[in-house]
């Protein structure tokens, strides 16, 4: 979950991005929020240790000891 001061920082550069528009602190602050919490399951998901070890097809076993008998 993000911090009250990750969102804040978020939606003030959004806020800047679209030209410092007036009265709409709420949406960028949603907006931000928003981005922020879908950032974070994502980044879990990446660090986690089953994206990082691919496993090898059982077949792709089998054949490579094939190879080494011919």
Excluded: V
């Excluded at 030209?19 to 602190?25: A, K």
């Excluded at 990446?46 to 090898?56: D, E, L």
């Amino acid at each position: 979950m993000p911090t009250e001061e990750q969102i804040k920082e978020l939606a003030h550069r959004l806020w800047e991005q679209e030209g410092r528009p007036e009265g709409r602190d709420m949406e960028h602050y949603l907006a931000a929020k928003q981005i922020l919490d879908e950032e974070k399951p994502a980044k879990k998901r990446a660090n986690s240790p089953r994206s990082k070890t691919a496993s090898k097809p059982s077949g792709a076993r089998a054949h490579s000891s094939r190879a080494k008998k011919r």
